[in-house]
């Protein structure tokens, strides 16, 4: 039999639930089923398992080429050194955001490398990556766009019943609604074709949200429509794009989750998250479009408030490596 393919996982910041909740996910992991190589800070680690209240073991190896996977143990690529002395869970942290970034970065350039088939990510801080000197990268999708020397990414939302890709995500909502351009729709447009056609999704439908209330009522609430989104869906279609709009916000949501659409290319930030979450929240997952490899998230943040309380819910984590392991292989539905 063929060995499951490698994904690496980031541990995400050591003062989040982002190790508790890795740990929780891998009591119910078959680890003839699913090779994962950790990528953090094992005494984070060792903290997250002890939230946990889990019986998980590690071993720390050098690099992934190095993993002798018939070892009855999670491997770890260690990128933490030692506990900060002043380390607090739930706190932001410089020395945090830092550890949660290199990791990132060591997952990434071994995928980019081929020596992993897919990467899953758990949750960083912003505030701490930020505190940490990484000034321009706002999050993972920024990380993983300058690693990979890219210039169009794109997040994509998916749970069960609902798939959708956003124009632009870390931007103010003023800057959100000046980014809907006819140029930057149809870069989206075509990045999602590819992308899903790749990832075993032939022919994907896509339908096109509104900006405005009502889809801008002719012009009267709004001219996006018309300027810029109109023409952006027309040239797609004669690029070969299946896509349709765009519809108004309030009701392409529930079309999509209907069959009657693929997926749904939402134009700003909690346009797209709030249908996902409402929908699913627990089992929703991130993906991200653009980049040479598979990489899949957690749809959730550090949760500073409750880390270190062994209270986190690990089925996102769950979701996002099954999705990993989907979407490597091909077979998006």
Same mark, same amino acid.
């Given at each position: ?159 069960? +019943? ?10 103010s909502l003023i800057e959100a609604a000046r980014y809907v351009t006819r140029a930057n729709v149809l870069s989206k447009l075509r990045l999602t074709h590819q992308t899903l056609t790749r990832w075993g999704l032939a022919a994907p439908r896509i339908a096109v949200a509104a900006l405005n209330p009502h889809g801008g009522e002719g012009g009267l ?79 959730? +943040? ?32």
């Amino acid at each position: 039999m063929n060995a499951p393919p490698v994904i690496g996982v980031t541990l995400g910041d050591p003062a989040g639930i982002g190790p508790e909740v890795l740990v929780k996910a891998l009591e119910s992991i078959d680890r003839g089923a699913m090779r994962l190589a950790l990528y953090g800070a094992g005494w984070g680690l060792e903290r997250g398992a002890e939230a946990a209240r889990a019986a998980v073991s590690f071993r720390r190896w050098p690099e992934v080429a190095a993993i002798d996977w018939s070892v009855p143990e999670w491997p770890l690529i260690d990128v933490g050194g030692d506990a900060p002395a002043d380390f607090r869970m739930g706190e932001v942290s410089a020395a945090c955001g830092d550890i949660a970034v290199r990791a990132v970065e060591a997952a990434a350039r071994d995928a980019l490398a081929g020596r992993t088939a897919a990467m899953m990510t758990c949750p960083i801080n912003k505030e701490a990556i930020h505190a940490a000197g990484y000034v321009d990268d706002i999050g993972h999708q920024e990380i993983l766009a300058r690693l990979a020397g890219v210039d169009w990414t794109a997040t994509m939302l998916m749970t069960p +019943g609902l798939k959708v890709v956003h124009l632009s995500t870390h931007k103010s909502l003023i800057e959100a609604a000046r980014y809907v351009t006819r140029a930057n729709v149809l870069s989206k447009l075509r990045l999602t074709h590819q992308t899903l056609t790749r990832w075993g999704l032939a022919a994907p439908r896509i339908a096109v949200a509104a900006l405005n209330p009502h889809g801008g009522e002719g012009g009267l609430l709004g001219r996006e429509e018309i300027d810029e989104l109109e023409p952006a869906v027309a040239d797609a279609r004669n690029a070969g794009v299946n896509v349709t709009g765009p519809i108004p916000a309030d009701s392409i949501f529930n079309r999509a989750i209907a069959g009657e659409f693929d997926v749904v290319l939402a134009l700003f930030h909690d346009q797209g998250h709030i249908a996902i979450k409402v929908h699913d929240f627990h089992h929703s997952v991130t993906a991200t479009l653009g980049i040479p490899f598979v990489r899949t998230s957690v749809d959730h +943040g550090t949760a500073f408030d409750i880390a270190g309380q062994g209270i986190a819910d690990p089925t996102g984590v769950r979701a996002a490596l099954d999705a990993a392991a989907t979407l490597a292989a091909g077979k998006l539905s």
